[in-house]
Antibody
Framework: EVQLVESGGGLVQPGRSMKLSCAASGFTFNNYDMAWVCQAPKKGLEWVATISYDGSSTYYRDSVKGRFTISRDNAKSTLYLQMDSLRSEDTATYYC????????????????WGQGVMVTVSS | DIQMTQSPASLSASLGETVTIECRASEDIYSNLAWYQQKPGNSPQLLIYDANSLADGVPSRFSGSGSGTQYSLKINSLQSEDVASYFCQQYNNYPPTFGAGTKLELK
């Protein structure tokens, strides 16, 4: 059974940093591209970033470019999202998802999702 | 960015009824469309991909159709466990974008 378990969320002040993790199991992690998708409270879904199966390629939505870094450790079957210079508008639930790409950059759908982790940016 | 417009924003239906949710793209997305179901308090789950392909384990009462800029998700014989929000997502143009969602409730 595919499982994606996020951790690392919480309350953080504007301008500070936070790192999210996503532990994967039930599939061969290093065969799949992975992504982070967020959902602001009572709002819709928004793609954040995608990383290739081997970590060699990454892509970000414009609003997080230069502030967020997606990475992975295939030996540990773990996906990460380093979030720097956080803003109030980054407040959301962040989901780790397996991203089935048809083509780069980041064009594909998400076939498995984690339970999500809440990030609240507030002073 | 491609805008995905879903309608209706919410709807109320009875058990056993057939429900249709629409999704319109701001330009042709060549059937590169997925549908997700998000039950209250849960994460999204993939229902449909490539506009009309059923994801593994999804009941056959769910179906997708459409082409060009117009797509729809149909739920036959509505069950109580179908109460959820439904989102469409295009993956034809970068960046991938989602519709705002349709909240389905029981009448």
């Amino acid at each position: 059974e595919v499982q994606l378990v996020e951790s690392g969320g919480g309350l953080v002040q504007p301008g500070r940093s936070m790192k999210l993790s996503c532990a994967a199991s039930g599939f061969t992690f290093n065969n799949y591209d992975m992504a982070w998708v967020c959902q602001a409270p009572k709002k819709g879904l928004e793609w954040v970033a995608t990383i290739s199966y081997d970590g060699s390629s990454t892509y970000y939505r414009d609003s997080v470019k230069g502030r967020f870094t997606i990475s992975r450790d295939n030996a540990k079957s773990t996906l990460y999202l380093q979030m720097d210079s956080l803003r109030s508008e980054d407040t959301a639930t962040y989901y780790c998802a397996r991203h089935l790409l048809l083509q780069w950059p980041a064009l594909g759908y998400f076939d498995y999702w984690g339970q999500g982790v809440m990030v609240t940016v507030s002073s | 960015d491609i805008q995905m417009t879903q309608s209706p924003a919410s709807l109320s239906a009875s058990l056993g009824e057939t429900v249709t949710i629409e999704c319109r793209a701001s330009e042709d997305i060549y059937s590169n469309l997925a549908w997700y179901q998000q039950k209250p308090g849960n994460s999204p789950q993939l229902l449909i991909y490539d506009a009309n392909s059923l994801a593994d384990g999804v009941p056959s009462r769910f179906s997708g159709s459409g082409s060009g800029t117009q797509y729809s998700l149909k739920i036959n014989s509505l069950q109580s466990e179908d109460v959820a929000s439904y989102f469409c997502q295009q993956y034809n143009n970068y960046p991938p974008t989602f519709g705002a969602g349709t909240k389905l409730e029981l009448k």
